[in-house]
């Protein structure tokens, strides 16, 4: 199971930061991910972190802005949101991937267990 939270209403500019914490079968998980959806849009990714050596991938579109960390003792990951812009706004999901090998091929197919999401809204 993954539990995400800690979306809100933000100005531009401004800054959020969501959390995902990972419990029962999804602890065994490779890496975890966020994606967002904004409406009438399709599911996109935004970043992901592999749990043993920290890897990463960002989307070019949140690169310098946001930042994902993990938190292993805590089971737990984090995406810091800095500078915050209204077409930032959408229903973040974490999300988690069993197998290395598709670690960086980030098309949400390939994700294996989806939280539940939490709105992001970011006012101009």
């Known amino acids: 199971q993954l539990q995400a939270c800690g979306g809100g209403l933000v100005q531009a500019g401004g800054s959020l930061r969501l959390s995902c914490a990972a419990s029962?079968?999804?602890?065994?998980?490779?890496?975890m991910g966020w994606f967002r959806q904004a409406p009438g849009k399709e599911r996109e990714f935004v970043t992901a972190?592999?749990?043993?050596?920290?890897?990463?991938y960002y989307a070019d579109s949140v690169k310098g802005r946001f930042t994902i960390s993990r938190d292993n003792a805590k089971n737990t990951v984090h995406l810091q949101m800095n500078s915050l812009k209204p077409e930032d706004t959408a229903v973040y999901y974490c999300?988690?991937?069993?197998?290395?090998?598709?670690?960086?091929?980030?098309?949400?197919?390939?994700?294996?267990?989806w939280g539940q999401g939490t709105h992001v809204t970011v006012s101009s």
């Open positions: 999300a988690g991937l069993k197998s290395a090998l598709y670690f960086g091929n980030n098309y949400p197919s390939n994700y294996d267990y």
């Open positions: 972190i592999n749990w043993s050596g920290g890897s990463t």
């Open positions: 029962g079968r999804t602890l065994s998980l490779y890496a």
